[in-house]
């Protein structure tokens, strides 16, 4: 079989013995199984090696795998430029890769490469596997910000890669768990940390991908995980088949989260069909949030949905509350992919004849025109689930003692600078944080003086 093994290894620097300085000893479990891991890979001797890495070139919708014949890296940027790295590339496995993504319509290649350097997320793994075996090629591929399912895809595309080329693989993904799991630790505390480490050595120690993709999306990002779509492109590599799995060691002592696991295919096993349960789920989700909707979530559906599919806009159905038809407010259209946000449009004050109009505009605007995000794909919308938020005129105080970040959402203006923040969103727990978000988002600094709004919203959700 083309993918002997594949692996989870945590990229802490310090366990890099001239970085750590004697820190390393704090982490002597990770540090006794990179050993093994190293040495395990060693005895298969590997023809390649592919490295899933979180902090390498990132895309929002494309898997980016590092081009040329080679790649060097040194660690200077945590002040030792001494400790070097090289390795070939595998093109002909890149190309293979890339052939495959495209014909199934996944976005992967070589292109658009901002750093060829190595980054630590492979420089880590590679030093200590390098102390044992150097007779291979790499292969260095980014995550994305795709879903999970679509890393979990990748994961299949690489197995069919290696199986075509006859490529006798090892494949590695680069993953710390939360980053915040002491209040004394660089990134501080947060109580979905722990809760997202347990879950994922749970998951890791019994090859159990589906629990593990089941996180949820707020676990993961209270988290503050840095390679959990590293741990689903592994998953990718053993759909539908029979895995022994071996959590190697776990320890936390810096506030960061590391795991070392190994996984063995061992057969076939059709039942461990992850992805297409995986998406069953997300399409029940869905189709329970849609029996729950409103006539305000319901407009938003039908107006991206129609506008996916006829690239024309919706007109104004019969039998909406008379409200959207008379009324004139200024609207937000939020769009969620199994709880995260997937696209957010709004007017702070209204730019149409109607909040019908207003939702219908919003909601097409929310799915094609967020630059944050790529646009929705009709095989998506059935996934989408809709949130309406339909503003209050807003007014002006005079200082932030008269927001609540549960009542009121807040503009805050600086010259023709302006940003908004809705009220009540997950996360947002001071008045503070809602102006400093709202700041950023209008690009507004510190020491710019600004005026405060405040609006309340009725939320259809």
Not at 148 to 161: R, V
Not at 184 to 205: H, I, K, M, Q, R
Request: hydrophobic share 35%.
């Amino acid at each position: 079989m083309p993918i002997i093994k594949a692996y989870t290894l945590p990229h802490p620097p310090l366990a890099i013995p001239a970085i750590g300085r004697g820190q390393e000893s704090g982490i002597s479990k990770t540090v006794a199984a990179f050993e093994e891991v190293a040495a395990d890979i060693a005895a298969i001797k590997p023809e390649t090696i592919v490295y899933i890495t979180p902090h390498s070139t990132m895309y929002a919708d494309h898997f980016h795998i590092s081009p040329g014949n080679e790649a060097t890296g040194d660690f200077a940027r945590f002040g030792v430029s001494s400790v070097k790295l090289q390795t070939p590339y595998d093109k002909a496995l890149a190309e293979q890769i890339t052939r495959i993504a495209f014909n199934h319509g996944t976005s992967a290649g070589t292109e658009g490469e901002k750093d060829a350097a190595l980054d630590h997320g492979v420089m880590v793994p590679m030093w200590y596997i390098n102390k044992h075996y150097t007779d291979y090629k790499s292969l260095r591929i980014s995550q994305s910000g795709m879903s999970s399912a679509e890393h979990y895809i990748l994961g299949q595309i690489i197995l069919k890669a290696a199986e075509a080329l006859d490529r006798k693989v090892v494949v590695i993904g680069s993953s710390d768990l939360s980053h915040r799991l002491k209040s004394d630790g660089p990134y501080g505390y947060a109580p979905e940390g722990e809760e997202f480490d347990n879950a994922v050595t749970e998951a890791l120690s019994k090859g159990d991908f589906m629990a593990l993709m089941n996180i949820p999306e707020k676990i993961r990002d209270g988290a503050g995980e840095c390679g959990y779509n590293s741990l689903m492109v592994l998953a990718g590599l053993f759909d539908r088949k029979r895995v022994i799995a071996r959590l190697l060691s776990y320890e936390a002592p810096y506030g960061v989260g590391y795991a070392v696991a190994e996984f063995t295919a061992t057969g076939s096993d059709d039942s461990n069909n992850v992805l297409e349960k995986h998406l069953d789920l997300m399409t029940e989700e869905s189709k329970n949030a849609q029996n729950a909707e409103d006539d305000y979530q319901k407009l938003a559906r039908g107006s991206l949905e129609h506008y996916i599919k006829t690239s024309t806009r919706l007109r104004i159905p019969n039998g909406l509350p008379q409200e959207m038809y008379s009324q004139r407010a200024g609207v937000f259209v939020s769009l969620h992919k199994r709880g995260r946000l997937r696209g957010c449009i709004g007017t702070i004050a209204p730019t149409t004849e109607s909040i019908a109009e207003e939702i219908i505009q919003n909601a097409i605007s929310a799915g094609v025109s967020d630059n944050r995000f790529p646009n929705v794909t009709a095989d998506e919308l059935q996934y989408i689930t809709y949130k309406v938020d339909v503003l209050s005129p807003s007014e002006k105080i005079q200082s932030p003692a008269e927001l609540d970040v549960k009542r009121y959402g807040v503009i805050v203006t600086s010259g023709m600078k302006r940003g908004l923040l809705l009220p009540n969103l997950d996360g947002v727990d001071t008045v503070e944080a809602q102006i400093e978000i709202a700041r950023q988002k209008a690009g507004i600094s510190e020491n710019e003086k600004i005026q405060l709004e405040r609006f309340e919203v009725i939320r259809h959700e």
